[in-house]
């Protein structure tokens, strides 16, 4: 007894031991036993480090997954069984940050990096081409320009 | 004695280290050639004292000098020598001295191979290196000294955590540090080149063999420690989004891009301001890398040190350095020219698109990362960013860019001719298409997205082929001529396509993996059987083992196909009985590139163990795959004009010329 009690403690601290999802825990239905697979992979394990309770070994993973079999037989559909969990533990037991103002930032930050980055990369490869290929000169500057050669001595003062 | 000479040499080492970072960059300002060349023995020296130093440590672990903390700790008398080795950076102190002993490695490797590097850029660049390690030896010496002695000793060790009692200790750590540290070299070149305000391309050509080499480790460092989480952690998986993996991801990523713009830089000129950012960039993500996991702000399945003190430390350092760097490029990236232009449709442009896609990718592992700490920092909120986040995300950013990969070694530089690229990629379309086609018929399961995926995997490998083929002119001219042409193209082009093949490699066995896994849950008895795909798995015994630290549990399964027998799979646990802890020692059977994979779990008194078994196919090509591409990346080391060394950039003429 005191060996499973440190073999559980171990498998908390390390993050799990061999497996989750124990025999006893499977539904007969498949259909119904792979939505709660798909949906544990979904759910936090609270009292683990980044694990899902499909992962984990935790008693209170355990009882989550149970929870999630429960309400499934009983005819819950996928987001009313995630809705309950929500109601019941907060937004931290899902995997999936939830689309809100709050997340905004979150979700958005590749879509805005990935903007940013293409409008800098366009304007920069526009700006390069404009200073290195200037605009024809006015009639006014070619005008000069005649009477500047005509008046200096030839010389290439190009650096 | 031993610790003893080895805090000595530490504190000697930091010396060498200010030595290092004064000096040479005092000469590189005053223009005393004499200050400047002190950085080439000083580099040597470091390295001597920080390996001795390094050396200690090692000696004490194989002695098991229980008279010091760290080997207290950390190791015990009965465990084979191999790991009473790797336990010497199986901790965080030694682990922060191993880095370092890399660190102090690469400033060596600058200065002997660094012959041909302008006295003045060398200077610089070493002082860099040294100010870093004089960071990092400040830290050792003041909140994590290795060389700390205990009185009384005691008798025997705690042992080493079990589940780091592994192979994958001795390789895992040495070649993420390489990776890790080998990007300070490209972050030094970029300060020195700033500090100097002057970048060419032959600077990038300087870069460009630390950059590699630091990424092959990395990605080599990355997939060897997914490949150990896979067989060790027990429950299967190779890649869990866990804080500590995104850390070595970013600098990778990051790395990915730098790789590719300072081609740019070195081929056509263009980028320079860029580059210069993202080598800056790469290295802060490595100390962010080192951060996360040293300072225990993330406390994870990998995260073995939790101390705060270490935490703010680390954080200056951080701060210093990458805020020092972001500075001073704010400060002087103005004064970097820029040369080469280019039309959006070009090789350039495609590399372009690359690093904004890498850019993009690691800005949504860094955010998904530390949103939920910011969060609860800031509202008290908690949220769990998890896998899911990261699949979509990340999945959904790297997707496009892997389907363009094939199209940018094809397109021209400066103008690319995007219609003709994607006639020359016909053929290898036309197959990927036939392929995804075929396994949507015949598989039934899985993401209707899985056989697109799978697609665009095989689309990217014989995409990199035709590349090559391409370049022999198949098609065009005579097979002899072919193959005088392949022979005689630069190892660097090969590179390319290898690398570029083994992401296809790496993500076919993804795709397999993740969408067409067989898995099998059960209570057996011995003499029980159960069939999983083609496979019948017979629980044949229940045995006992004794190793040298540890009991084990094992279970045996006889397998066998179509009724002819394929030997044994043996799956079981340990428990280490200095630290009580258990360990999985998970059954797995390679069957071609597809794995059998059984784990299991508790015995019932009534004498039933729980069973997981799973089938994975083709899940190897997952680190098949970033093997070739680390051998691409070692085929482009490899490459002539890197061997041979920058040319020295042609002085331009100041004066002006009479005109004819």
């Not at chain 2, 098991?64 to 190791?75: G, I, L, Q, R």
């Not at chain 2, 093997?627 to 002085?651: E, I, N, Q, T």
């Amino acid at each position: 007894m005191r060996l499973r009690l440190l073999l559980l403690l171990c498998a908390l601290l390390m993050g799990g031991a061999a497996h989750a999802v124990q025999p006893d825990e499977v539904l007969s239905d498949p259909a119904l036993e792979a939505r709660a697979r798909d949906l544990s992979r979904e759910l936090r394990c609270m009292v683990c480090q980044n694990q899902s309770i499909d992962d984990s070994d935790a008693p209170l993973a355990r009882d989550l997954r149970v929870l999630v079999r429960e309400r499934l037989k009983s005819g819950d559909s996928d987001a009313q069984v995630l809705d309950y969990l929500v109601s019941r533990y907060g937004e931290f037991v899902l995997m999936r940050p939830v689309f809100s103002w709050r997340n905004a930032l979150l979700w958005g930050a590749p879509v805005i990096v990935l903007v940013l980055g293409a409008g800098l990369a366009v304007t920069m490869m526009r700006r390069r081409r404009e200073m290195v290929a200037p605009a024809p000169l006015t009639a006014d500057e070619e005008a000069r320009l005649a009477r500047l050669m005509a008046a200096a001595p030839p010389e290439d003062g190009r650096p | 004695m031993i610790a003893e000479i080895g805090q000595y040499a530490l504190i000697l080492a930091l010396v060498l280290a200010l030595v290092q970072t004064v000096l040479p960059a005092w000469g590189a300002r005053t223009g005393d050639a004499t200050l400047m060349s002190v950085a080439t023995p000083v580099a040597y020296i470091l390295f001597l004292f920080v390996g001795s130093a390094f050396a200690a440590l090692v000696a004490l672990y194989l002695t098991s000098d229980f008279s010091v903390v760290n080997v207290v700790d950390n190791s015990h008398s009965r465990m084979p020598t191999i790991y009473k080795i790797t336990s010497t950076w199986g901790n965080h102190e030694g682990s922060m001295l191993l880095w370092v002993l890399v660190l102090a490695l690469f400033g060596a490797l600058v200065a002997l191979f660094g012959g041909n590097l302008p006295e003045r850029l060398k200077a610089n660049v070493l002082a860099v290196q040294g100010s870093i390690a004089v960071a990092f030896l400040l830290f050792i010496l003041f909140t994590s000294n290795p060389f700390l002695r205990i009185v009384p000793p005691p008798a025997e060790g705690a042992d080493l955590n079990p589940v780091l009692q592994d192979p994958g200790l001795a390789i895992h750590p040495p070649l993420l540090y390489l990776g890790y540290v080998g990007l300070s070299i490209s972050f030094a070149f970029a300060m020195a080149a700033l500090m100097e305000g002057r970048i060419d391309a032959a600077w990038a050509r300087w870069v460009r063999p630390w950059t590699l080499a630091a990424w092959v480790f990395l990605t080599l460092g990355i997939a060897m420690g997914s490949y150990w989480a896979y067989y060790e952690l027990g429950w299967g998986g190779w890649w869990f989004w866990d804080p500590v993996e995104n850390a070595s991801l970013m600098p990778w990523l990051s790395a990915t891009a730098l790789l590719h713009s300072a081609v740019v830089m070195e081929k056509r000129d263009a980028l320079k301001v860029w580059t210069v950012l993202l080598a800056i960039l790469s290295f802060s993500l490595s100390l962010i890398g080192t951060f996360l996991v040293r300072s225990g702000v993330l406390t994870s399945v990998h995260a073995f040190a939790t101390d705060p003190a270490r935490g703010v430390f680390i954080l200056v350092i951080l701060s210093v350095f990458v805020g020092g760097g972001l500075a001073l490029f704010a400060l002087r990236a103005g004064e970097l020219k820029q040369g080469g232009l280019f039309a959006p449709v070009s090789r350039e442009g495609a590399l372009v698109l690359n690093n904004l896609f890498l850019t993009a990718a690691t800005a949504a592992v860094f955010v998904g990362t530390l949103y939920p700490l910011a969060l609860e920092a800031v509202t008290g909120d908690k949220i769990t960013v998890g896998p899911p986040f990261f699949n979509l995300t990340f999945g959904g950013l790297m997707l496009p860019l892997v389907f363009a990969m094939p199209f940018g070694p094809l397109l021209a530089w400066k103008r690319g001719d995007l219609p003709g690229v994607a006639q020359r990629l016909m053929v290898a379309a036309g197959i990927a298409v036939v392929a995804a086609v075929v396994t949507a018929a015949a598989e039934d399961r899985g993401p209707v997205l899985a056989p697109v995926v799978l697609g665009i995997a095989v689309f990217v490998m014989l995409g990199a082929l035709t590349d090559l083929a391409e370049r022999a002119g198949v098609g065009r001219v005579s097979a002899r001529v072919n193959l005088r042409r392949i022979v005689g193209l630069p190892r660097s082009a090969f590179g390319t396509a290898l690398a570029h093949f083994g992401i296809g490699v790496c993500l076919i066995g993804i795709v397999c993996e993740s969408s067409w896994s067989l898995e099998k849950i059960a209570a057996m008895r011995v003499g029980e059987t159960i069939t999983i795909g083609a496979h019948d798995l017979t629980l044949t015994r229940m045995e006992n083992r004794t190793g040298p630290n540890f009991h084990a549990r094992v279970a045996v399964f006889g397998i066998r196909e179509g009724g002819v027998s394929q030997g044994e799979v043996v799956s079981g646990k340990r428990l280490f009985t200095a630290r009580q802890m258990a360990t999985t020692e998970s059954g797995i059977r390679t069957f071609g590139f597809s794995q059998l994979y059984v784990a299991i779990g508790d015995e019932t008194p009534d004498g039933q163990v729980s069973v997981r078994m799973t089938w994975k196919p083709l899940v190897t090509l997952i680190w098949l795959g970033t093997v070739v591409m680390a051998m691409g990346g070692l085929l482009s080391l490899a490459d002539r004009r890197l061997r041979v060394g920058a040319p020295k950039p042609a002085r331009r003429r100041v004066s002006p010329v009479p005109a004819e």
